[in-house]
Nanobody
Framework: QVHLVESGGGLVQAGGSLRLSCTAP?????MGWFRQAPGREREFVAA????????HYTDSVKGRFTISRDNANNMMFLQMNNLGPEDTAMYYC???????????????????WGQGTQVTVSS
């Protein structure tokens, strides 16, 4: 049974930073971060392949967020800088295997999900 646990969320002022962490099920999984704001659908934020050598981002976070993983310790991270109120959401980590590039941004491509960690950015 794969169990993902996120941590690191909180309340931060606009322009601030947070670092989210997620336990990873193993180095063979593609890992992703998604977020969901109230009244909105869950949306893709970033993903990282099993080796950590390939990363993908949604356009709105490019240059501000960095996804990384530590396979030796089965952890994944999302460093978020220059946060704005539009980044306020529940953030979820996800894991999956055999995810093709065209499916990487789809929630349905990921078999396992964490419970989420809340990120709130005040203006």
């Amino acid at each position: 049974q794969v169990h993902l646990v996120e941590s690191g969320g909180g309340l931060v002022q606009a322009g601030g930073s947070l670092r989210l962490s997620c336990t990873a099920p193993g180095r063979t999984y593609t890992m992703g971060w998604f977020r969901q704001a109230p009244g909105r659908e869950r949306e893709f934020v970033a993903a990282i392949r099993s080796t950590g050598g390939t990363t993908h981002y949604t356009d709105s976070v490019k240059g501000r967020f960095t996804i990384s993983r530590d396979n030796a310790n089965n952890m994944m991270f999302l460093q978020m800088n220059n946060l704005g109120p539009e980044d306020t959401a529940m953030y979820y980590c996800a894991a999956g295997q055999g995810i093709i590039l065209s499916s990487l941004r789809r929630t349905s491509a990921y078999a396992y999900w964490g419970q989420g960690t809340q990120v709130t950015v005040s203006s």
